[in-house]
Every structure is written in C-alpha cells, then in structure tokens.
T-cell receptor
Framework: DSGVTQTPKHLITATGQRVTLRCSPR?????VYWYQQSLDQGLQFLIQ???????AKGNILERFSAQQFPDLHSELNLSSLELGDSALYFC????????????FGPGTRLTVL | GENVEQHPSTLSVQEGDSAVIKCTYS??????FPWYKQELGKGPQLIID?????GEKKDQRIAVTLNKTAKHFSLHITETQPEDSAVYFC??????????????FGKGTHLIIQP
C-alpha cells in the first residue's frame, strides 16, 4: 500500500459525458501527478500540481483539467468523453522535502461506452 | 521532449536465472531514472532508482546501471523467483521550474519466470 488513495476504482460512462476522478496523496506530500495508462499509448504523464498550483503539463488534452485543493487532494476532470479515453488513470504523490520517488495509487479504471 | 525506449517487450527466464531489461533515453537533461514493477490490477511500485551522478546501484537481488554517455540504463534481477513475474517499466525524469517533472515511461517489459 503506497498511501495514495484514488476513488472510484471503476467508472463506466457514455461518450459525451463528464467525470471526476479523485486522488488523496500520502500524508504530507505536496506534489500530485496524474498519469494515463492505455494499451496503445502506455503510461503517459498528464499534469502535475504542487501545493495547489499547476507546475507542469504533459500530454493532457484540452478536454481534461485538474486542480489541487487546500487539503492537497486533487481531482482530474474529463469532459466530452470519447471511446479512446477509456484507460487506467493513476495519481502519484511525491514528498515535500526533496526526494524523487513518486508513489502511485491503485488507479481508476475508466470505461467509456 | 523525452523519449524512452525499452527492450525486450517480453522476457521469459527460468527460475533462478538472471533477467536484464534495457532502456535508452533521448534527453540529456534527464537526471533521474526509476524502475517500477506493476502487477495485475495494481499501480506501479518503485523497485529501484538511480540519479545521473551515480553509475550503479544495488538492492539485494536488484541492480541498476546507468551509462550517461550512451544514454542507456539497465535493470538486472538475479536469482529470479516466481514472485518477480510482472510488468516492469523504466522511466526518465528531470527538474524544471519548481520541482521534479513528470516521468516519461518506456512501454514496459512483461517478465515471466518459468518454474
């Protein structure tokens, strides 16, 4: 158990819909990273937040957005969903005082029908 | 941006033998190279990592080597056991702005340990 929690575990929705994935980082970690894992694209970095502020963007679509709240939990919002958005979405957190290790949560499996 | 290539995509070894997985990266600014193990239905779990100022690091049966000049790094697992069966990912990352960047991952190696 990494200490990172993600909800829900599974999500099934229809094309065109909007969903919100939630992540709680390890206690004390200020950085949150979101990744998407799919069969064709592999594991891809989407976006990073540090203490409530966006720090880095990866291959995140304009239909996707994220935020980190004052209690440090983060949400990833996916809108106008397409079949190709079906994937595993992972959140990872990193310690505040330096250190490089990113600790991954168990993931949310999104299925778009 | 960074590009990480990983080989082989599947590796089958006899229990007790060694396994080696190789990765190359493209961005010389990358300075952090972790290896993750992912079991079915779970998130990636860090097994070992190395910074660019170190050439080799070992933790029990697992070792990682880094050749900065050639931009490649490798994972070595000795005395393999059935519980080593999983998908292994290499990754590369660096620093910009205020902290560590997101990681760029290889496509993964499915390691199968034959009894």
């Amino acid at each position: 158990d990494s200490g990172v929690t993600q909800t829900p575990k599974h999500l099934i929705t229809a094309t065109g819909q909007r969903v919100t994935l939630r992540c709680s980082p390890r206690s004390g970690d200020l950085s949150v990273y979101w990744y998407q894992q799919s069969l064709d694209q592999g594991l891809q970095f989407l976006i990073q937040y540090y203490n409530g502020e966006e720090r880095a963007k990866g291959n995140i679509l304009e239909r996707f957005s994220a935020q980190q709240f004052p209690d440090l939990h983060s949400e990833l919002n996916l809108s106008s969903l397409e079949l190709g958005d079906s994937a595993l979405y992972f959140c990872a957190s990193r310690a505040a005082g330096g250190g490089d290790t990113q600790y991954f949560g168990p993931g949310t499996r999104l299925t778009v029908l | 941006g960074e590009n990480v290539e990983q080989h082989p995509s599947t590796l089958s070894v006899q229990e007790g033998d060694s396994a080696v997985i190789k990765c190359t990266y493209s961005d010389s600014a990358s300075n952090y190279f972790p290896w993750y193990k992912q079991e079915l239905g779970k998130g990636p779990q860090l097994i070992i990592d190395i910074r660019s100022n170190v050439g080799e690091k070992k933790d029990q049966r697992i070792a990682v080597t880094l050749n900065k000049t050639a931009k490649h790094f490798s994972l070595h697992i000795t005395e393999t056991q059935p519980e080593d069966s999983a998908v292994y990912f290499c990754a590369a990352g660096g620093y910009s702005g205020g902290g560590a960047d997101g990681l760029t991952f290889g496509k993964g190696t499915h390691l199968i340990i034959q009894p």
